[in-house]
């Protein structure tokens, strides 16, 4: 059974900095799958934050966290991580990493909409404070 696991989250000073990490379950084969993080602030959906392909060559941003946030991967360590920085209040949210498996692999394809993937962590809190 595919599970994933986020760590990184917690109370971070606007300006700061965090490093969010999801750690793909054993068993599997990290690099089989398309990662993405989202995020869902209180009383609104669950939006899109970033996206990386299969091998790490192509990622993809929304906007408000464009030159600010950077996702990457370690497929010899089954995790894919998302480097915050200067953060903002409207970061405040709980931050959701997702698994997609990959049958293109001649492609380096990123995903954006949540029902593209298969697979997801429990979340992990990000509050900014000002």
């Known amino acids: 059974q595919v599970q994933l696991v986020e760590s990184g989250g917690g109370l971070v000073q606007a300006g700061g900095s965090l490093k969010l990490s999801c750690a793909l379950s054993?068993?599997?084969?990290?690099?089989?799958?398309?990662m993405g993080w989202f995020r869902q602030a209180p009383g609104k959906e669950r939006e899109f934050v970033a996206s990386?392909?299969?091998?790490?060559?192509?990622?993809y941003y929304t906007d408000s966290v464009k030159g600010r946030c950077t996702i990457s991967r370690a497929n010899a360590e089954s995790t894919v991580y998302l480097q915050m920085n200067s953060v903002k209040s409207e970061d405040t949210a709980v931050y959701y990493c997702?698994?997609?498996?990959?049958?293109?692999?001649?492609?380096?394809?990123?995903?954006?909409?949540?029902?593209?993937?298969?697979?997801w962590g429990q979340g992990t809190q990000v509050t900014v404070s000002s």
């Open positions: 997702a698994a997609r498996s990959e049958n293109n692999y001649a492609a380096s394809i990123v995903y954006t909409k949540a029902d593209e993937y298969e697979y």
């Open positions: 054993s068993g599997h084969t990290f690099s089989n799958y398309a």
């Open positions: 990386i392909s299969w091998n790490g060559d192509n990622a």
